[in-house]
Nanobody, 123 residues
Framework: QVQLVESGGGLVQAGGSLRLSCAASGRTFSSYAMGWFRQTPGKEREFVAG????????HYADSVKGRFTISRDNAKNTMYLQMNSLKPEDTAVYYC????????????????WGQGTQVTVSS
């Protein structure tokens, strides 16, 4: 079992930055690929970024490429999402997820999810 807890969300003006964290319980964090997803009311949860179990591979949605950076510290059982040049359309609840199936844009590949953290970008 892996429990995930996101933090770092909040209200920021357009052009600003936030860093999200995802803290994981358990001793097997380094065995899991991790991902960040986001969701707005009435829409499906969408892939934002993913990182392999050892951090060697990353993948980003086109909408965030060049602005967001995903990283992880396996010694601290924590994953991060550095978000720069934020836009109002980045407003969403952000979720972290863990799975053994490698990086994927599909939510079904991930086995564990956090409770989400709200990010609001004002124009």
């Amino acid at each position: 079992q892996v429990q995930l807890v996101e933090s770092g969300g909040g209200l920021v003006q357009a052009g600003g930055s936030l860093r999200l964290s995802c803290a994981a319980s358990g001793r097997t964090f380094s065995s899991y690929a991790m991902g960040w997803f986001r969701q707005t009311p009435g829409k499906e949860r969408e892939f934002v970024a993913g990182i392999s179990d050892n951090g060697g591979w990353t993948h980003y949605a086109d909408s965030v490429k060049g602005r967001f950076t995903i990283s992880r510290d396996n010694a601290k059982n924590t994953m991060y999402l550095q978000m720069n040049s934020l836009k109002p359309e980045d407003t969403a609840v952000y979720y972290c997820a863990a799975g053994r199936g490698g990086i994927s844009v599909q939510t079904t590949v991930y086995d564990y999810w956090g409770q989400g953290t709200q990010v609001t970008v004002s124009s």
